[in-house]
């Protein structure tokens, strides 16, 4: 039997926050899914949460908005639409700015501003293709505990986040905050689904918010670097990326991750790793631009 009572709220900017209150008190964890309109992944984890807790005993409360912006989602759009804005580079928004701003203003101060933690589900998008993996800022404690609890095979660690996102917000309002990523490309993966479900729940397991422990996991694999798309490897070239590695591979350093051909099938570029790392974000769609991010490496670690 289940104590929880379901709540919903549309808030500035027009998304809706489903909080969940337990029957008894305890932790606030805000969950966030679809900040990126052509991420289902987080979204669907999300509703999938929603329903568990139907039925599951919660202490303390969940506030869960999925899809976080609804009208890019709608339009299987990385971005909001009518202002171009991408809300994870939004954070922590403006009242009386753009619409995209003031969505990320609603979220930041009704679900974030107050909660014990933050988890943010993305996945690769239309664009990109990533591993399953869990990310975290190095320095904060509580939520590198959070992130072995969700069980990612694997990890990585951060020196700090940019401006913008979700966790910056969450940093500054002095909430602990997790992400995770996963494959995109426009379907969805039933192993990677069920992997953000169950991460998210062992999460509230950890914060004594279920009764149920963690399921016991193999040990993740840790990895470090910026972790910032807009800072990765471009294409400084018109055409066809074609990839020779896959997003989660170990490339040696030097090693070949693509290469980029022109239109007349010409061998433009051959695209090596700076250094041996791990292929974490790679562009699926083969015709680039010039500007266009081709892929992100982390290098591997020993862990926090
Ligand atoms: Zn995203």
Known sequence: MSGSRLEREVLPGGTVMNTVHGDEPGPTLA?????????DEGVLAVWRILQELETT????TVRAVAPANPAAWAARSRTTPYD??????????DRDGQPTETLADGITDRTIQGADLLIDLHSAGLRYSMPLFCGVARDQEDALRAAVAFGAPMIWLHESWPPGRSLTAAMECGVPAIYAECGGG????????????????????????????????????????S?????????????????????GEVVPE????????????????????ARSGVVMFLRR???VRPGDVLFVMAVRSEGP
């Open 186 to 225: 426009g379907g969805v993966r039933l192993d990677h689904l069920d992997a953000y479900v169950t991460g998210v729940l062992s999460v509230m397991a950890q914060l004594g918010m279920l009764t149920e422990s963690p399921r016991v996991r193999p040990s993740p694999r840790w990895v470090a670097g």
């Open 57 to 60: 005993a919660l202490r303390g």
């Open 254 to 273: 030097d090693g070949e991750v693509g290469r980029l051909y022109g239109y007349r099938g010409e061998l433009l570029e051959v695209l090596r790793a």
């Open 84 to 93: 171009d804005g991408d809300l994870a580079r939004s954070f922590p928004g």
């Open 31 to 39: 969950l966030l899914g679809g900040v990126h309109g052509d991420e």
């Open 285 to 287: 769609q083969a015709q």
């Open 227 to 247: 972790g910032d798309l807009d800072a990765g490897v471009r294409s400084s070239y018109s055409g066809l990326f074609v990839v020779s590695a896959t997003a």
